[in-house]
């Protein structure tokens, strides 16, 4: 059975380092088995790669991959945490922000972009619980914020 640090190879995709804090909070919280992992934007080693709002200033595709790229930066929170991504059990929820117009009603499709990835590297220990909710704005204009709960081994 392939690791999800090979899945991540197999797709030609790497985790960027994880993001700094915008503010006055923690990169993770271990609270017994389950970690979890703060909002983050779509930025790659701290330059954000989405702005604006989707269907408006980007496409619903856009926004797929910048929700994509929230994941790779929520792993990077998580490999921080745990030092090697085969120690998740599972993921247990996901919430995700779509920086959109009013009215706009595919904030799932666009919190695919993390979700598919995650089961895509995890299997079924990748499914979830989750939230895909629009919103008016996001931080520094961006795209999509996304954040997540793993349940994880060991101390």
């Not at 909002?39 to 926004?63: C, F, H, M, Y």
């Not at 779509?98 to 499709?109: E, R, W």
Request: charged share 15%; aromatic share 6%.
């Amino acid at each position: 059975m392939r690791t999800p640090a090979q899945r991540l190879a197999d797709l030609g995709l790497e985790l960027p380092a994880p993001p700094p804090a915008g503010g006055n909070y923690l990169p993770f919280r271990r609270v017994g088995t389950l970690l979890h992992l703060p909002g983050v934007i779509p930025s790659w080693n701290g330059e954000l790669r989405w702005q604006g709002k989707v269907a408006a200033d980007l496409t619903v595709a856009q926004g797929y991959e910048a929700a994509k790229l929230c994941a790779l930066n929520l792993l990077a929170c998580a490999r921080l945490a745990l030092g090697d991504l085969d120690r998740i059990r599972q993921i247990v929820s996901v919430n995700g922000y779509v920086n959109c117009v009013p009215g706009f009603a595919d904030a799932p499709k666009v919190i695919n972009g993390a979700s598919d990835l995650l089961v895509e590297l995890f299997g079924d220990a990748g499914r979830h619980v989750r939230a895909a909710i629009g919103v008016a704005g996001l931080p520094q204009n961006a795209a999509v914020e996304v954040q997540m709960v793993a349940e994880v081994d060991g101390p």
